[in-house]
């Protein structure tokens, strides 16, 4: 069966044709970065007119490269919960628009349980897992008895991990996204030169809380400055070193309560996903402290791509899960 899959929760518009749920045809990913980098973060209504721009010849560029016409694929879904609602009505409404045109089934997607799906692309994953959804708008974990059921066990009480990363880089002037360039930086860096707040890594629970270490960093770049809305000059060296120390402190809570809900749980595999499961520490450090198989999807299956949604569709529609042109784009996120 060929599922389009088609992904605009956020600032990507993407498309791309899936075989069976694992064979990936075609992935074309439109980023929107560089109209959002002179803001920090993404302008919700600029994001918007940018997916109108961009998906008809994305939808195009996804049935190009997969060597296919659109009257062969079987089969729409779209990521239709959580994310922007602007963002996400856009690709709602264009899949509505090609399944009526072909009249081929349609299925709305959940964009955080495609995130924890996209690992399956790559590999077979044994299941019960412990999946771990890490992104820009969400940080949570999952108890899964299979791809396609998951219990939530704990999410952020406040920002995101990928907020967090995208602030931090914004305080030290580095950019945006936050996260790859912070990776990056980090590399350079001594890990232990600064302590920030590893909120509630003690508490026994599953929550996260990351707005915190924000505000940490924020009066370490200050100084004395402090309240004045300024920042001390910050040489390039210990920007490195606060890069290493930050991502040192998200990273140790992001692994202590993942492998915590592993060994709670008995899970057989720990799945991540999102584009925070791109950080190469947490990775590293994932696979060396996890008690269980770690499944980490390669970096174009962890940022916002359409196979993961054409992957978890195909398994949505072999279940019989079918949305009719009533399907609405939902911005809720998801919480405990
Ligand atoms: O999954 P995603 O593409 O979009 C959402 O669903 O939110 O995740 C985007 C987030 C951004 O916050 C970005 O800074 C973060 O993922 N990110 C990273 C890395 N690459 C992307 N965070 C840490 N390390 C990275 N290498
Ligand atoms: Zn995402």
């Given at each position: 069966?060929?599922?389009?899959?088609?992904?605009?929760?956020?600032?990507?518009?993407?498309?791309?044709?899936?075989?069976?749920?694992?064979?990936?045809?075609?992935?074309?990913?439109?980023?929107?970065?560089?109209l959002?980098?002179?803001?920090?973060?993404?302008?919700?209504?600029?994001?918007?007119?940018?997916?109108?721009?961009a998906?008809?010849?994305?939808?195009?560029?996804?049935?190009?490269?997969?060597?296919?016409?659109?009257?062969?694929?079987?089969?729409?879904?779209?990521?239709?919960?959580?994310?922007?609602?602007?963002?996400?009505?856009?690709?709602?409404?264009?899949?509505?628009?090609?399944?009526?045109?072909?009249?081929?089934?349609?299925?709305?997607?959940?964009?955080?349980?495609?995130?924890?799906?996209?690992?399956?692309?790559?590999?077979?994953?044994?299941?019960?897992?412990?999946?771990?959804?890490?992104?820009?708008g969400?940080?949570?974990l999952?108890?899964?008895?299979?791809?396609?059921?998951?219990?939530?066990?704990?999410?952020?009480?406040?920002?995101?991990?990928?907020?967090a990363?995208?602030?931090?880089?914004?305080?030290?002037?580095?950019?945006?996204?936050?996260?790859?360039?912070?990776?990056?930086?980090?590399?350079?860096?001594?890990?232990?030169?600064?302590?920030?707040?590893?909120?509630?890594?003690?508490?026994?629970?599953?929550?996260?809380?990351?707005?915190?270490?924000?505000?940490?960093?924020?009066?370490?770049?200050?100084?004395?400055?402090r309240?004045?809305?300024q920042?001390?000059?910050?040489?390039?060296?210990?920007?490195?070193?606060?890069a290493?120390?930050?991502?040192?402190?998200?990273?140790?809570?992001?692994?202590?309560?993942?492998?915590?809900?592993?060994?709670?749980?008995?899970?057989?595999?720990l799945?991540?996903?999102?584009?925070?499961?791109?950080?190469?520490?947490?990775?590293?450090?994932?696979?060396?402290?996890?008690?269980?198989t770690?499944?980490?999807?390669?970096?174009?299956?962890?940022i916002?791509?359409?196979?993961?949604?054409?992957?978890?569709?195909y398994?949505?529609?072999?279940a019989?899960?079918?949305?009719?042109?009533?399907?609405?784009?939902?911005?809720?996120?998801?919480?405990?």
């Amino acid at each position: 069966m060929y599922v389009l899959g088609i992904e605009t929760s956020c600032d990507e518009t993407a498309a791309s044709v899936v075989l069976d749920g694992k064979n990936v045809l075609s992935s074309v990913v439109a980023s929107q970065d560089n109209l959002h980098v002179k803001w920090g973060g993404v302008i919700p209504e600029i994001a918007s007119r940018a997916h109108v721009q961009a998906v008809v010849p994305v939808v195009a560029e996804a049935f190009q490269q997969a060597g296919i016409s659109r009257d062969q694929i079987d089969s729409v879904a779209v990521s239709a919960r959580p994310g922007l609602l602007g963002s996400l009505l856009i690709g709602v409404t264009f899949a509505k628009g090609i399944s009526f045109a072909l009249g081929k089934p349609l299925t709305g997607v959940n964009h955080i349980e495609a995130h924890v799906f996209a690992a399956n692309l790559e590999s077979d994953i044994t299941y019960p897992a412990v999946s771990f959804a890490v992104s820009g708008g969400h940080t949570a974990l999952f108890y899964s008895e299979s791809l396609m059921d998951h219990r939530l066990i704990g999410s952020t009480i406040d920002d995101a991990a990928g907020e967090a990363f995208d602030k931090v880089a914004s305080i030290l002037g580095l950019g945006y996204p936050g996260g790859p360039v912070i990776d990056r930086t980090a590399r350079a860096g001594d890990r232990k030169a600064f302590q920030f707040p590893r909120s509630l890594i003690r508490e026994d629970s599953y929550r996260f809380s990351f707005s915190g270490i924000k505000t940490a960093v924020l009066y370490h770049c200050q100084g004395h400055t402090r309240g004045k809305d300024q920042r001390r000059d910050i040489s390039t060296e210990e920007k490195a070193d606060i890069a290493a120390s930050f991502q040192e402190a998200v990273v140790d809570v992001l692994v202590a309560k993942a492998v915590k809900a592993v060994k709670d749980t008995g899970a057989e595999s720990l799945v991540i996903g999102g584009g925070v499961a791109c950080n190469s520490r947490l990775r590293e450090r994932l696979s060396a402290e996890c008690p269980c198989t770690v499944h980490l999807p390669s970096i174009c299956y962890c940022i916002d791509n359409g196979a993961m949604i054409a992957g978890l569709g195909y398994y949505r529609l072999q279940a019989g899960i079918k949305d009719s042109l009533e399907l609405e784009a939902d911005p809720t996120p998801v919480r405990m």
